[in-house]
């Protein structure tokens, strides 16, 4: 229905600034998000009232949103590739190392901490904004000059769709997601313990102390992992599953049922009676609790807590390129790779 484009108030570090655009459909729902990582840094959805409540996590300022990944496209590729390195066709590419022995979320200036340009904005009934960044040749130790585009469309049925489209001029690997931190209270400084979660997998990615694959996938059914069916988030984040013990939370990659476009998972909050469903191509989704404290200021100013967010991550399994049995392929020079998520908001 509307497209407002303006500058997010704030400069990062270096003094530069980000464009922000606010896209609003008819039923009020709106996203506001920065050309700063493509970044969402505010989502209005009703709750059972149709009081408008804001859905995600986020900063007042840039230089905050330059320490994290909160409400950001992610990429090259999203989660872990293992000793930071890979190989294609016989030529072994070397990462930094920004976590631990491991590469994290493209390095440390993946897409999350990079300036897009906006190049296309839809103002129709259904409005969008589509973000681009050209990615050099060898940027973070990745091979191929990339054309990387996003696409934010609100539809009239309250869903936030992202549709990825990605080109590159060498054989390359690319695993984009969203971050967001999802609180579906509206409240922030609340943890998600009052949320029930529903995921589509019988099998997770079973990872070493580093959350780094073993290559095993392992059963979820019966076990603190196992979201099958709806389940209060409250009653199994404490769980003596050795994942949620090592991890203080969830922070681990479901495989989810199906192929193609798919409804995978289901984030509800029974008060607000908000209910968010998600849908992608992606075989995967990490779940990631937020598990910190004190990890930063929310944008009304009140501290972040514990278990503050929940975020839905849909991707390639981690460490995909280095897992011969985990489904990936590489992106190929002339081919264009084309991937869709969907978060659409209902209520009870
Ligand atoms: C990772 C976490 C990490 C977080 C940072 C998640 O995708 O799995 O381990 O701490 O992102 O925002």
Sequence with gaps: MSVIKSVFPTTLKDGRTSDLVTLKNKNGMTLEAITYGCRVTKLLVPDKNGKLGDVILGHKTLAEYQKDYQGAIVGRIGNRIANAEFSIAGTTYKLAKNNGENSLHGGP???????????????????????????????????????????????????????????????????????????????????????????????????????????????????????????????????????????NGYDINFCVKGNGLREIAELSHPDSGRRMKVYTDMPGVQLYT????????????????????????????????????????TLKPNETFISETIYKFITD
Excluded at 133 to 139: M, P, R, T
Excluded at 307 to 324: D, I, K, R
């Design 290 to 329: 937020f598990n910190q404290d004190k990890a930063g200021i929310n944008k009304d100013g009140s501290e972040m807590v514990m278990h503050g967010a929940a975020c839905l991550e849909t991707q390639f399994y981690p460490n995909s390129v280095n897992t011969p049995s985990f489904p990936f392929e």
């Design 109 to 247: 200036t993946g897409f999350s901490h990079q300036i897009f340009d906006i190049t296309e904005i839809n103002d129709s009934e259904e409005p969008s904004v589509t973000f681009s960044y050209f990615s050099e040749d060898g940027h973070e130790g990745f091979p191929g000059n990339m054309t990387f585009n996003v696409t934010y469309k609100l539809t009239n049925d309250n869903e936030w769709k992202i549709k990825y489209e990605i080109k590159s001029d060498k054989e390359t690997i690319v695993n984009p997601t969203q971050h967001a931190y999802f609180n579906l209270s509206g409240l922030h400084n609340q943890n998600v313990h009052d949320h029930y979660l529903r995921i589509d997998a019988e099998e997770f990615t079973v990872s070493d102390e580093k959350l780094i694959p073993t290559g095993e996938l392992a059963k979820t059914l019966n076990t603190d992992l196992d979201f099958t069916a709806e389940r209060l988030i409250g009653d199994c984040i404490a769980g003596n599953h050795q994942h949620l013990k090592s991890c």
